[in-house]
């Protein structure tokens, strides 16, 4: 069972490149989202997408694009990157409204981004 | 002030022992509440939900103070295998949107 797989594992960019984050779910989830976690603070929603074709911004959303093209997949680009952007990224799906009580969030294994 | 905020720990306590620790939260708008626990460099597990009325899985129970605004997570006879990270989850809908909370997480350390 794949789950939700993240492509690539490790990155490190160059100030003012640009790259893009892969998120895959086999699970036929209808949402799926964009997180940041930095040392001493807690996840943070970049971007996130209830359901394909649609996307909306999160807490932290400059900087990045994303795209839902297909149910399954959920891209994250940045354009230019910087060094603030140095982060794990997550990527997660889940099933149900994430207001309901029972929303289980299933995550990628993360991506570790450095930008120098 | 942070909207959900965890002591960061780390809790190193002895296995076999109950450890417990508290997750507060600032808006009292908030609808939903999750314990997800995750492993150095790994990514978060939904650990369990938390129901108004409070609810057990095994070792672990999880209640929740609408009136302090607090969740707190309970693990007894705790295993080696506890030891991770244990983040506490509020989903608060806000200006018509959801927003989904995350503490910092609170590192606990079970040893043998």
């Known amino acids: 069972n794949a789950g939700v797989t993240q492509t690539p594992k490790f990155r490190v960019l160059k100030t003012g490149q640009s790259m893009t984050l892969l998120c895959a779910q086999d699970?036929?989830?209808?949402?799926m989202y964009w997180y940041r976690q930095d040392p001493g603070m807690g996840l943070r929603l970049i971007h996130y997408?209830?359901?394909?074709?649609?996307?909306a911004k999160g807490e932290v959303p400059d900087g990045y694009n994303v795209s839902r093209l297909k149910k399954q997949n959920f891209l994250l680009g940045l354009e230019s990157a910087a060094p603030s952007q140095t982060s794990v990224y997550f990527c997660?799906?889940?099933?149900?409204?994430?207001?309901?009580?029972?929303?289980?969030?299933?995550f990628g294994q993360g991506t570790r981004l450095t930008v120098v | 002030r942070k909207e959900v905020e965890q002591d960061p720990g780390p809790f190193n306590v002895p296995e076999g022992a109950t450890v417990a620790f508290n997750c507060t939260y600032s808006?009292?708008?908030?609808?939903?509440f999750f314990w997800y626990r995750q492993d150095c460099r790994k990514e978060p597990k939904l650990l369990m939900s938390?129901?108004?009325?409070?609810n057990e899985d095994g070792r672990f129970t999880a209640q929740l103070n609408r009136a302090s605004q607090y969740i707190s997570l309970l693990i007894r006879d705790s295993k080696l295998s506890d030891s991770a990270t244990y983040l506490c989850?509020?989903?608060?809908?806000?200006?018509?949107?959801?927003?989904?909370?995350w503490g910092a997480g609170t590192k606990l350390i079970i040893k043998p």
């Open positions: 938390v129901y108004s009325s409070g």
């Open positions: 989850v509020v989903n608060l809908a806000k200006d018509s949107n959801y927003q989904l909370i």
């Open positions: 997660a799906s889940s099933y149900r409204d994430p207001m309901s009580v029972n929303t289980e969030a299933f």
């Open positions: 699970m036929n989830h209808e949402y």
């Open positions: 997408s209830v359901g394909e074709g649609t996307t």
């Open positions: 808006n009292s708008a908030s609808q939903s």
